[in-house]
């Protein structure tokens, strides 16, 4: 890819696990290959991660229902701020505010499932937001078809990793003591196959000068710390410690012979050069060498294509195997990570991402929005709900009345107090595009707030609008009806476009592109962006002068 994109990373919480190593590891390659990449997330652990690879952090209360909206808006700002080109959103939250923000900016968006459960994206409100979901492997490609997501908006990139190193000999059984690793979240789902684990030390102690380290946090780790203290007093010595979360994964990797886990922990430790065994919660596959490491690719580097028992005996054998057999399982190891830089490095995933966001964005069409009752496990605010329901979304049986037989209808509001608002540079710009001949009316929205100044305003405008010298003005009218919300919905409803005049209007975008409106910067107006009918009895010329919609009013629609 030529064109160097500015791509937005959004994940819920920046806590440390495999979802987050792979998003960062991911940004990082592609950082390095000239692009430039964002992270907005809540802050954790793992933005210290983001801090060491050189991206770009953006604090976000992702992982805050409640602030779902003023998480919204500020999106949609730092979008247009860092010139966005490519929103890639990961589950769950992220994916509402970053596909809502994508269909308000009209920026292309993809997301990576990272498993086979159900996301916000398979929302019927949701998914035609999205371009590409990119799913880590066949398996989790295989659930989303099950759960009706078309096979041509799939493509499947395996999780990848950055080698560290290969093999080294001379790091191994160092003073004939087996150095493991376990890496997990601890907690109740994760913690089956490490209680199979720390029940297999005793047995192996018996055989081997061992040591265990686990890495991860989680509800369960005061309860995994108490019977870790309980063997060490057993077997009188300190066998195993827990570290919690940490950053420095990778250090505690760089020390060991043998690295025990699932998912992007089988990556990590062959990436580091280390045998590594995938250990799943149901089944062990055991040690990886190239003649499984395609297979267990194909399900997340997990155990759930195997049905093979955990037990203590089956990795005691594959302890024996690798001490016993060291120049055999060396050179098993050593093909085993050339296979993983063949098949799953970094940078061959960063490429195909790259690839993967140049035909989105080559083959990028603006969306719309259409509500549908909402299913998923992840929660909408009340607000959140009230802005994408038909109850605020959806124009009730009411009319708004509009002094104007003008089919095309085209807004500015103001705030009439901000200096920086830049209303009559809009306006202007309307009065010379337009002419009195075309079938458009300017709205000039007079919100309640500024009503104490009324009349000033009105004549400010009309002031405005005399001293430009154009003949042919477009007719104009000056809405200062006091409105409510429904005066609001149906006044909106009549809206064809929208040009916003201060960085205060987002809500009001928002609003208007979920029912279908456009969105058009102050910079963009040109004759050939509106869309004007041709024919048709709304074709009459008007005087072009301001006329003041003061007591407009609601009506049924029959």
Not at 139 to 160: A, D, M, T, W, Y
Request: hydrophobic fraction near 40%; aromatic fraction near 8%.
């Amino acid at each position: 890819m030529n064109k160097k994109l500015n791509i937005l990373q959004l994940y819920d919480y920046m806590k440390i696990g495999g979802a987050e190593t792979h998003m960062l590891s991911l940004s990082r390659a592609m950082q390095e290959s000239g692009h430039s990449v964002w992270v907005g997330a809540s802050y954790g652990p793992a933005v210290n991660w983001v801090k060491e690879y050189g991206l770009g952090f953006i604090d976000l209360a992702l992982n805050n229902v409640n602030s779902q909206i003023n998480c919204l808006i500020d999106l949609i700002k730092i979008i247009r701020k860092k010139n966005i080109d490519i929103i890639h959103i990961h589950p769950g939250n992220s994916q509402i505010i970053g596909a809502i923000a994508g269909l308000v900016t009209e920026k292309p968006v993809v997301t990576t499932i990272h498993g086979n459960y159900k996301t916000p994206v398979l929302e019927e409100s949701i998914k035609p937001l999205i371009d590409k979901i990119i799913c880590v492997s066949e398996e989790v490609k295989k659930s989303q078809l099950e759960f009706g997501v078309k096979e041509s908006s799939i493509k499947v990139i395996p999780n990848s990793v950055y080698i560290k190193s290969l093999p080294n000999k001379n790091d191994f059984f160092k003073d004939n003591v087996v150095q493991m690793v376990y890496i997990s979240r601890l907690d109740k789902d994760k913690i089956s196959s490490l209680m199979k684990l720390l029940v297999s030390i005793p047995v192996i102690n018996e055989h081997y000068e061992v040591r265990l380290t686990i890495i991860g946090g989680g509800t369960q780790y005061t309860y995994i710390k108490d019977l870790a203290e309980i063997i060490n007093t057993t077997l009188c010595k300190e066998i195993i410690t827990l570290t919690g979360e940490t950053t420095d994964t990778e250090e505690y990797i760089h020390k060991s012979d043998i690295v025990l886990g699932v998912g992007r922990v089988v990556l990590e430790g062959l990436a580091s050069g280390k045998f590594t065994f995938c250990i799943g919660n149901h089944y062990y596959t055991g040690l990886i060498t190239n003649k499984n490491l395609r297979t267990i690719s194909k399900v997340n580097f997990t155990d759930r294509n195997t049905n093979k028992d955990f037990s203590v005996r089956s990795l005691l054998e594959d302890i024996l195997h690798v001490f016993n057999n060291f120049a055999q399982a060396y050179n098993e190891l050593v093909d085993t990570c050339n296979a993983v830089d063949k098949y799953f490095s970094i940078k061959k995933a960063a490429h195909e991402h790259l690839e993967c966001y140049s035909e989105v964005i080559e083959n990028f069409k603006c969306k719309t929005f259409s509500w549908h009752k909402w299913s998923s496990a992840y929660s909408l605010s009340k607000e959140m709900n009230s802005l994408l329901s038909s109850n605020a979304v959806n124009v009730p049986r009411l009319e708004y009345i509009l002094d104007s037989i003008k089919k095309v209808k085209i807004l500015l509001s103001p705030d009439f107090e901000s200096i920086d608002d830049h209303w009559r540079k809009a306006l202007k710009r309307l009065v010379y595009t337009l002419n009195n001949t075309d079938p458009v009316s300017v709205v000039i929205r007079i919100e309640n707030k500024f009503h104490n100044s009324l009349n000033n305003i009105v004549l400010e405008i009309d002031d405005y609008i005399s001293g430009i010298s154009n003949n042919n003005k477009p007719d104009i009218i000056v809405d200062l009806c006091e409105q409510y919300e429904k005066d609001r919905t149906a006044f909106l409803s009549k809206i064809d476009y929208f040009i916003p005049t201060n960085n205060n209007q987002v809500l009001m975008e928002i609003i208007l592109k979920l029912q279908g409106k456009t969105i058009l910067p102050e910079n963009k107006i040109s004759r050939g962006i509106f869309i004007l009918p041709r024919h048709g009895s709304h074709n009459q010329a008007t005087k072009g002068t301001v006329s003041v919609a003061g007591e407009a009013a609601l009506r049924m629609i029959q």
